[in-house]
């Protein structure tokens, strides 16, 4: 009598998909609200002591309350000592993160939120070790973009449960949240000349992120973590998936927080009758994150978008960074990120409590 009860208290929450064998959401996770206020910060400044310490005495001092750190970047490189065995027999780790048991639990004891973040389809270690796996060129070699990085197939689902297994492998760790970036295909290089060794080309591009949204949310769904998902600000004033597959409308279902990159300097020439949208930072931060409110509305998703620390299109000030900060506010967004890839912040910028 108990299990049939059960099965009816559980049944309007979750179902099973039979075809794709995963968990599908239903409702919200239950999670503790987090107003994340973070930086980003690649392995290698976590890995040095200098850097460290400095990034500690920068959040002793300030608001910042989150990092965002890289355990797998835009090399595909996984950056801490995996278990996980496909990582291990292809060798496509680098132990940069060497300390995460000490590292994590001690950011935990000072109130510190951590955050992983994760390159996916863009994955040069894994393209080089399973070249069947990566995108090709018309000559049978494997397609570069302009930067000269290797990217996989974006339709290949041992691409998906590889890089879901890395993602529960950094929640065993003692990580918060798990962060996707370059989920998408590819956008610049020679566009024309990419052979696809898996993707059906009847279905569209955003068919096949829409799924892979899917599939990583729902198999993702049990785990004693938050999820992110890092898309192009244009998502929040574009609909067609920008020929890459990022639709918001797609993610939101699946993923925690959306964090669109609405740096200003990313906007055309114009973007709400500004001629250089990077000169006005409030506006269009403000602006898209209103514009796109739509998309998310009855999703369990909230944005928490990544914001602009670093000079393209104008020298981003203290001023400027704080007008970026204060959109977010005003757009009612549920925290925010700063971006920078040199891993330098405009302190001046941040609320000292």
């Known amino acids: 009598m108990l299990e049939i009860i059960l099965t009816f208290i559980l049944l309007p929450v979750i179902f099973f998909n039979v075809h794709n064998n995963f968990i599908e959401p239903e409702t919200n996770k239950k999670t503790e609200e987090i107003f994340v206020k973070g930086i980003y910060l690649t392995a290698y400044s976590v890995s040095s002591k200098a850097k460290r310490e400095e990034v500690m005495r920068l959040l002793e001092e300030t608001e910042l309350n989150s990092l965002i750190i890289d355990i797998k970047d835009y090399t595909g490189k996984v950056l801490y000592d995996s278990e996980i065995p496909l990582v291990n027999e292809l060798g496509t780790e680098e132990i940069v993160l060497s300390d995460l048991t000490e590292l994590l639990p001690e950011l935990k004891k000072n109130n510190i939120y951590v955050i992983a973040r994760m390159a996916v389809f863009q994955d040069p270690a894994l393209a080089s070790k399973k070249s069947e796996w990566a995108l090709k060129n018309r000559s049978g070699g494997i397609w570069r973009d302009r930067k000269g990085q290797a990217w996989v197939d974006t339709s290949n689902r041992e691409v998906w449960k590889y890089n879901l297994d890395i993602a529960k492998e950094a929640v065993k760790l003692g990580f918060d949240e798990i962060n996707l970036d370059y989920i998408r295909f590819p956008t610049d290089g020679n566009l024309s000349d990419i052979v696809y060794p898996f993707y059906d080309s009847s279905l569209s591009k955003n068919d096949v992120m829409a799924e892979f949204f899917r599939y990583f949310g729902g198999n993702f769904f049990w785990q004693p973590a938050l999820t992110s998902v890092d898309l192009f600000g244009l998502t929040l004033i574009s609909d067609d998936g920008l020929n890459i597959g990022q639709r918001i409308e797609d993610a939101a279902p699946y993923f925690d927080y959306i964090s669109p990159m609405v740096y200003p300097s990313h906007f055309a ?85």
């Open 269 to 353: 020439d114009g973007y709400k009758g500004f001629a250089n949208p990077a000169q006005y930072p409030y506006e269009v931060v403000y602006k898209s994150l209103r514009d796109g409110a739509k998309k998310i509305a009855g999703t369990k998703a909230k944005y928490r978008p990544w914001l602009q620390d670093f000079d393209l299109g104008a020298d981003y000030d203290s001023v400027k960074v704080k007008d970026e900060i204060r959109a977010a506010y005003d757009s009612e967004s549920s925290g925010w990120m700063l971006w920078n890839a040199k891993n330098i912040y405009t302190k001046e910028a941040l609320f000292r409590p």
